[in-house]
């Protein structure tokens, strides 16, 4: 009796193991499909990419998701990659490390994609692109810019933006450095989030503006998810620095920063956020448009900007989302675009070593400007300085991509 | 010594919204031997509440008080007849887990609500402040400082000197007492719960204006409620105000003489030296050991 | 056989030994086994392979929570903690002391520091119980991410550490991560499996039922609870250790998490607590369900709403988890009818057998075998003992009455060390033991019994009597549950207190004045040389006193010494000689019975000077 109740145990194992191994059990992506009614034609080229939808980081997530989709509608109407139609599938990672690696092992295993796309944050993009080198696939991430992604030796990651994190605000830290002497900053204060992209871009600021004698009167780190910014405030404050320089990803901490400066009366002459002034409305109303003249932030895109491509970018995303395309969405619909410049390069997807060789030696015409990269993957190429005037977001520096001769300086009291 | 000084404030005003936090969960606790650790998430809920009253009907969140608390109540109420009402008998530690889970499943239908974006009412006035001397004292700060004193007194009064308040005290003492004095337990219970809740309802308004939101906050809030009661005693009231004061004084001035970073552990620190050098707290009692657990 | 009696077969420590191959869960069991081993030979599915990977690694930290909070009964909603000191271990050794050399080198390193941290931690956070030591084992785990956050001259903070890539060629894939986890999960399981069948897994038990009473039978509660705990330590670490090297990437945050420690605790509840493969079949029900999810509904939001629920829903409605219902179930099905269950069958006392003596009693001496004074103890305003003094005489059977609230329960409790006086001294055979903890006081010889009995209730009557430990050895920790010395002499002192018939009962399901005999019994183990009853005549029937006064004054015989408090005169009259007296928390009166129901203050305190009058000038 017991020996058949072993073997009928037994058959179905016998029985599942033979078909896991015929089969392999595909899985219908969940992504979002198809694009436009081009003349490509054949079979799809599947790209595979995982995005953060949902959780701490879904703002740039889902503008991440949009770029990728309005480079695929774009590519689908010209013609397709190579001839062939493009079909992205984009999985949400949730903000989760975990998820973001069980993601990509499935793009790769279970659907077999063709090519990838990264995802966004250091944070995330540091496991991501782990699987992809372990698989040896080439992957091009639109967010990402912490320098521990790029001391790895890793040789299939490429980062499409203009520069890592500490060069993120290269440019305000050579204007400020180079002022004329009744004009430039004597002490600065500096409020970094405690994070892999935050941390970089302060200590970046710091030891360029140190080096030119400005002295450092408060450095503290936070960590990201704090909101009550009182106390760092009115610690700031009480030492009455020239300037001031934040450097966080998001949206939350640096508002809450400006609001808590705003409650303690205190205005420096000049004041730089890294990220948070980049996003448009939801800044300025959240500390008053009267409050941002003068901001200074630093930003890889600008609507108005005569790079290769964005009109038609612009025109694209106008047309389907009804407002300006954040940041996030011009980074990765640039990201797309090096993928696909490699790819057309190169000829082929077989190779993904080649693809990854081309682009290093060579650069890419983005949206975001020309893209270049070094051996590790970090570009080098430089931020645009930008600055709230008049209500409006313009870019300062450099010279050959302003939209405003003046720069605001000092920055006005706080209404 | 102006530095000091103003974090000494920042610390009090911000301790007197911490205490009518904190006053609903060590409320719970001291009745019905709850920790009820979904106090977090519902500080949370109903800030969004007070949020979209915002929002959508313009009104202040300090005035939306009046809706929310009751609001909570209900919720409390309802909460409680659902699930914590079938924990009676079971040990303690599944009281935590149930709580727990209540916890998540909010939070996970507060960002399918609202999303997982942070939020903030922001009424004008949350961005002034009050001056006294080289002092500054930030409006919404002293406004919900304010509403939760106010609320504090509410539930002293009741405790002290309704009938219910009476109920509620004898079953913190000895529920089959209570029973034996025709105390009915199972509703005074319930009604605890929802008044426990219902706090709540009135600091969630008052966070929504203080701080910007999103569904996950509420580890940070219940880890501090639980800093607070255990620093001021489990089951005490007084114990939590003294302990409020305490945490939001001890957190600002770690946040300017010590570093922003340490600042989120200093609820944990508290909760471990408390529990494991003086477990009843500044004000709880101590039970009789050989009373079997 | 009835469904209670069927339960405690399966559960009972020894015979869980045989649960593997118990029907129906043994063939099942290993089926599994075979196919997982397979799996990854037969097809090169890395999504599925992925799956299991995850879901192996839930199944070793639900198996070593088990340990800690299923046998012992002290759950920690922090043991990802283990995962997380395991992981930056790990990491540490293979990026910083040996420059990038294999991880897997160091996965033995993680298990030890892990089992330290535990040992360490443990032995404190220890000493508080219930919703304390819940929300401790929390906070331990929010400190320990902060501290790996802000230090980072060691660990990189919140930038992470990115360990080196595999080294093997790509076409094995995940191969050593997958046999390497689940080689990790058959140790656990074993270990698991060898702890539930030794002494030290049924000190757990006991310590889980009620720990008190495991103390004042001789288990060295502390010891026992930080060797479980750090039993539930080292393979999370050695996991922590394989699962960092499988994400390459690992930061503060997503490795001291507190979301995997309540999926630890719910993939056991749905398993089942304190059963050997409920944690396995939990965690290879959630993790997938947590796959699914993730995949089909997308967002975190309904995964909280989906886990949160299902939490809520297990501990409500299912807190044994599924293997224990459908055990039952099973138990149910298969019932034959049997002979009527022993509980309902009255109670014949056999004669009283002839205890076999351990050693020749020694004459009585007429020494203080146990000495209290100046005993004082308060509880707020109330004086439980004030300034007792008193003498128990080797050899004796001594009594001890007063009238309620005298402070009789609580002198015991002074005793054997349930309880601290506040002053005064307690000498056992002529040696200080108030300091002493209470199973270091059973190990000296001091037994006691309950006025409300307290066993261990879901062991079996055998279990409960061998449970007691005369001594603490390091190596008897490992010996069997229920060895044949032990359970020969257990059945021995069974058949004593005519309770043998009921072995293999749960103890729970017996009526109190048998569960009265079976506590004796328990404390017989122990060797006793004293031996302290409290109210063993209340709340039984007349032929069971007079068999219990048999059974005393034939212990009597053989050397032990007895103090009882009792309430039932002609018993302590028939019985007992000398008789102390207490009132009001101090001793009032010391002597023969007849002596005693002559003095003055003896009836003052009891009648009250009222009736003294009363009969005085009725007399």
Same mark, same amino acid.
């Given at each position: 009796m ?5 073997l009928?145990?037994?058959?179905? /194992?016998?029985?599942?193991? /033979?078909v ?55 590519v ?9 139609p493009?079909?992205?599938t ?14 990509y092992?499935?793009?790769?295993q ?26 040896q ?7 990402g ?16 933006q ?30 970094a ?15 360029q ?21 009182? %106390?760092?405030?009115? %610690?700031v ?17 640096g ?43 630093? /930003?890889?895109?600008h ?12 025109? %694209? ?24 410049a ?16 081309w682009l290093r ?8 400007g ?16 930008a ?8 870019? /300062? ?19 | 010594?102006?530095? !000091? ?15 009518? @936090?904190?006053?609903?969960?060590? !409320? ?12 977090g ?11 979209? !009253? ?17 609001a ?9 007849k ?16 149930l ?38 004292f ?34 913190s ?15 005074v ?5 929802a ?41 005490s ?9 305490? !945490? ?10 010590i ?11 508290v909760?471990?030296?408390? @529990? ?12 009789r ?5 | ?33 075979v ?12 999504y599925?392979q ?40 790990t990491?540490?050794f ?15 390193i993680?298990?030890?520091v ?13 000493r ?6 819940v ?10 991410q ?30 050593p ?6 080689g ?8 698991a499996?060898?702890i ?16 008190n ?7 060295s ?9 750090t ?17 390459t ?21 749905l ?11 939990g ?12 995949n ?9 709403v ?11 409605l ?16 298969r ?11 009255r ?20 020494? =203080?075998l146990l ?32 009238p ?21 001294e307690?000498?056992?055979e ?17 037994g ?8 261990f209730r ?12 005369r ?40 009526s109190?004045?048998?569960q ?10 122990l ?25 005393i004054?034939?212990l ?13 005169m002609?018993?302590v ?9 207490? =009132? ?23 009648l009250?000077?009222?009736?003294l009058?009363?009969?005085?000038a009725?007399?």
């Amino acid at each position: 009796m017991r020996r058949i109740v072993w073997l009928l145990a037994l058959l179905p /194992v016998l029985a599942a193991l /033979v078909v896991a191994g015929c089969g392999g059990g595909g899985e219908t992506s969940s992504g979002t499909g198809g694009g436009g009614t081009g003349t490509a034609s054949g079979e799809p080229m599947k790209i595979g990419a995982s995005l953060p939808l949902t959780g701490d980081f879904s703002e740039p997530g889902v503008a991440a998701q949009q770029g990728y989709q309005i480079w695929q509608q774009q590519v689908n109407d010209s013609g397709g990659l190579l001839g062939r139609p493009v079909k992205i599938t984009i999985k949400d990672d949730q903000s989760d490390q975990n998820a973001v690696v069980t993601d990509y092992n499935a793009l790769i295993q279970q659907e077999k994609v063709d090519l990838l796309l990264g995802t966004f944050s250091s944070l995330l993009n540091l496991p991501a692109s782990a699987v992809a080198e372990r698989n040896q696939m080439l992957y091009v991430e639109p967010a990402g810019g912490s320098p521990e992604m790029f001391s790895r030796g890793f040789k299939y990651l490429f980062f499409a933006q203009q520069a890592t994190a500490e060069h993120q605000a290269d440019l305000f830290s050579q204007w400020a450095a180079g002022l004329p002497a009744d004009q430039k900053p004597k002490t600065a204060a500096y409020v970094a989030a405690d994070d892999p992209f935050g941390g970089p871009v302060a200590d970046g600021i710091k030891s360029q503006l140190e080096a030119a004698g400005v002295q450092t009167v408060y450095s503290k780190v936070y960590p990201p998810e704090t909101t009550n910014f009182d %106390a760092i405030a009115s %610690a700031v404050a009480s030492k009455k620095p020239d300037v001031i320089a934040q450097g966080s990803a998001g949206l939350a901490d640096g508002v809450g920063l400006d609001r808590a400066l705003i409650k303690v009366g205190y205005s420096p002459k000049q004041l730089f956020q890294a990220s948070t002034p980049s996003f448009a409305d939801q800044f300025s109303k959240a500390i008053g448009l009267e409050n941002t003249e003068g901001i200074f932030y630093a /930003v890889s895109y600008h609507v108005d900007a005569p790079t290769p491509g964005n009109e038609e970018f612009l025109a %694209a995303y106008k047309a389907k989302y009804n407002t300006d395309p954040p940041e996030d969405a011009a980074d990765a619909y640039a990201a797309a675009q090096v993928l696909q410049a490699a790819v057309e390069a190169v000829g082929s997807i077989d190779d993904q070593e080649a693809l990854a060789n081309w682009l290093r030696d060579n650069s890419v015409d983005t949206i975001l400007g020309t893209l270049s990269w070094d051996d590790t993957g970090a570009p080098e190429q430089a931020f645009l300085l930008a600055q709230w005037q008049n209500g409006d977001e313009e870019i /300062v520096l450099p010279d050959d991509a302003k939209t405003s001769d003046t720069i605001v300086n000092p920055k006005p009291p706080w209404k | 010594m102006t530095q !000091l000084v103003q974090a000494i404030i920042l610390g009090l005003l911000i301790g007197g919204v911490y205490a009518l @936090l904190a006053s609903g969960l060590t !409320l719970i606790f001291g009745v019905m031997d709850v920790i009820n650790v979904a106090q977090g998430a519902l500080l949370i809920l109903a800030a969004f509440l007070a949020w979209t !009253l915002w929002q959508e009907a313009g009104i202040d969140p300090l005035i939306g008080v009046l809706i929310t608390t009751p609001a909570m109540f209900v919720l409390g109420f309802v909460m409680y007849k659902l699930t914590v009402q079938w924990l009676s008998g079971m040990p303690a530690s599944m009281s935590v887990l149930l709580t727990f889970a209540l916890a998540l499943v909010i939070e996970g239908a507060m960002g399918l609500a609202w999303s997982t974006t942070y939020h903030a009412a922001t009424p004008d006035y949350f961005d002034e402040s009050y001056r006294l001397g080289q002092f500054y004292f930030p409006k919404a700060q002293v406004y919900g400082c304010g509403v939760a004193v106010g609320v504090l007194a509410l539930l002293y009064v009741m405790l002290d000197h309704t009938w219910l308040g009476r109920a509620i005290r004898a079953l913190s003492e000895n529920a089959q007492s209570a029973r034996l004095v025709g105390v009915n337990v199972r509703g005074v219970a319930a009604l605890t719960f929802a008044v426990g809740v219902a706090t709540t309802g009135a600091g969630g308004s008052i966070i929504s204006v203080l701080y910007p939101f999103l569904p996950g906050s509420h580890y940070q809030w219940i880890s501090r409620l639980l800093g607070i009661i255990v620093l001021g005693g489990m089951g005490s009231l007084p114990g939590a105000v003294v302990g409020a004061l305490a !945490l939001g004084v001890a957190e600002t001035m770690t946040v300017t003489y010590i570093s922003p970073r340490w600042a989120t552990a200093v609820p944990y620190v508290v909760i471990m030296v408390v @529990l494991l050098a003086r477990p009843q707290g500044i004000m709880g009692a101590k039970l009789r050991e050989d009373v079997v657990v | 056989m009835s469904v209670a009696q069927s339960s405690a077969r399966r559960f009972s420590p020894a015979r869980l030994g045989g649960v593997i191959a118990a029907k129906p869960f043994g063939p099942v069991i290993a089926a599994a086994f075979v196919f997982l081993v397979l799996y990854p030979v037969v097809t090169d599915n890395l999504y599925y392979q992925n799956m299991i990977i995850l879901s192996t690694l839930l199944a070793i930290m639900g198996s070593s929570w088990n340990i800690i909070s299923g046998f012992t009964g002290y759950v920690s909603l922090g043991q990802s903690v283990f995962l997380g000191i395991g992981a930056y271990t790990t990491a540490l050794f293979s990026l910083r002391v040996f420059d990038g050399a294999s991880p897997f080198w160091f996965i033995p390193i993680s298990a030890v520091v892990a089992g330290i941290f535990a040992a360490v931690v443990g032995s404190v956070l220890m000493r508080t119980r219930g919703h304390s030591f819940v929300i401790l084992t929390i906070a331990f785990l929010f400190v320990m991410q902060i501290v790996t956050l802000n230090w980072s001259a060691l660990t990189n903070g919140n930038h992470g550490l990115t360990l080196p890539l595999p080294m093997w060629d790509i076409a094995y894939q995940d191969w050593p991560f997958y046999y390497s986890l689940l080689g990790l999960l058959v140790l656990t399981v074993a270990l698991a499996w060898w702890i539930r069948r030794t002494k030290f897994g049924m000190g757990l038990i006991a310590i889980r039922e009620d720990e008190n009473k495991a103390a004042s039978v001789g288990v060295s509660t502390p010891v026992y609870k930080v060797l479980s705990f750090t039993a539930s330590a080292v393979f999370i670490g050695a996991a922590g250790g394989i699962y960092a090297y499988y994400l390459t990437f690992i930061d503060p945050r997503g490795m001291f998490d507190i979301v995997v420690s309540v999926m630890i605790v719910l993939a056991v509840l749905l398993g089942g607590r304190g059963t050997l493969w409920g944690p396995v079949l939990g965690a290879f029900i959630l993790e997938p369900l947590n796959e699914v999810t993730n995949n089909e509904i997308g967002g975190g939001n309904w995964r909280l709403v989906i886990f949160g629920s299902l939490l809520a829903l297990v501990v409500l409605l299912l807190p044994r988890g599924i293997i224990p219902s459908v055990a039952d179930l099973w138990a149910r099905l298969r019932r034959r009818t049997d002979a009527a269950a022993l509980v309902g069958a009255r109670f014949e006392p056999p004669a009283p057998v002839r205890l076999p003596a351990a050693d020749p009693a020694p004459p009585p001496s007429g020494r =203080a075998l146990l000495t209290v004074e100046g005993t004082e103890k308060r509880f707020g305003g109330l004086r439980a003992l004030d300034g007792c003094s008193l003498t128990v005489e080797e050899g004796t059977i001594t009594a001890l009455i007063g009238p309620n609230g005298s402070g009789k329960t609580t002198l015991f409790n002074v005793v054997d060390g349930t309880m601290s006086a506040d002053r005064g001294e307690v000498l056992f055979e002529g040696e200080r033991i108030d300091k002493l903890p209470p199973w270091t006081r059973a190990h000296r010889g001091i037994g006691r019994t309950f006025q409300i009995t307290r066993l261990f209730r879901e062991m079996t009557v055998l279990e409960n009597v061998v449970a007691p430990l005369r001594s603490f050895s390091w190596r008897r920790l490992g010996a069997d549950a229920v060895s044949g010395p032990e359970a020969e002499r257990a059945h021995e002192l069974l058949a004593f207190v005519g309770m043998d018939r009921f072995a293999d009962m749960q103890a729970k399901s017996l009526s109190f004045g048998q569960q009265k005999l079976v506590e004796l019994a328990q404390i017989l183990m122990l060797d006793p040389k004293l031996i302290m009853l409290d109210e063993p005549a209340g709340g039984i029937n007349p032929t069971l006193i007079e068999h219990m006064a048999e059974m005393i004054r034939e212990l009597n015989r053989q050397g032990k010494t007895f103090l009882i408090v009792e309430h039932n005169m002609p018993l302590v009259l028939s019985l007992c000689n000398p008789v102390l007296v207490l =009132a009001a928390g101090t001793c009032i009166c010391e002597g023969t019975p007849d002596e005693v129901q002559g003095d003055r203050a003896v009836l003052d305190a009891y009648l009250g000077e009222d009736y003294l009058a009363g009969q005085a000038a009725g007399a």
